[in-house]
């Protein structure tokens, strides 16, 4: 996988619609912190499909993105409650096994947003097809997407105007592999 061409295509996408996807993901934030969370996944669905949307066909994303995905709402809710109890009772058992559920989550279903965007897929099916697109081809590379992403998430959380940049940028690298993935599975299907 040729990861420098993913960050050149993210990051001149990220610089090229600096402005809407700063407002885009501050708009994500506050609507997140706003709700106590309870919006965030239906509204970061939105957001990833955005992105996609910009990877895709260079098409400019919109503020009201963020609200494009609500019928989300309910799989999403149910999914990030089943992953906190995962994760606490994982805590309760020791720190080790929440670590070890995290990684596999980050690992696996790094897809599955844009799947339920994008194919339309239910909670359930994209949960599957994405360990299948993850799984796919080298391991080390899908180990790199996921320690690019959070690697940059994390950077960039650290000051909170700095999330504004990396986010996006995170986003459109993690989308970008997606694209390719997808592609490579329909000319191996065609």
Known sequence: MDFRKHFEKAWSLTVKFVIPLVLMTLVLFVVSAATLGILSPAAMAGYVHSILLMVRSGREPKIQDIFSQMRLFFPL???????????????????????????????????????????????????????????????IDQIVVVVL??????????????????????????????????????????
Do not use: H
């Open 77 to 139: 809710l149910l999914f990030a409650i089943a992953l906190f109890i995962a994760t606490t009772l994982g805590y309760l058992l020791f720190v080790l096994p929440s670590i070890v559920i995290v990684a596999l989550i980050c690992f696996g279903c790094i897809y599955m947003i844009p799947l339920m965007t994008d194919r339309k897929m239910g909670l359930v099916s994209a949960f599957k097809e994405s360990w299948r697109l993850s799984l796919e081809g080298r391991i």
């Open 149 to 190: 992403f959070l690697g940059i998430t994390f950077v960039g959380s650290s000051l909170f105007i700095a999330a504004l940049f990396t986010q996006p940028l995170a986003t459109a690298i993690v989308l970008s592999v997606y694209e390719e993935k997808i592609s490579t599975k329909v000319e191996n299907s065609g």
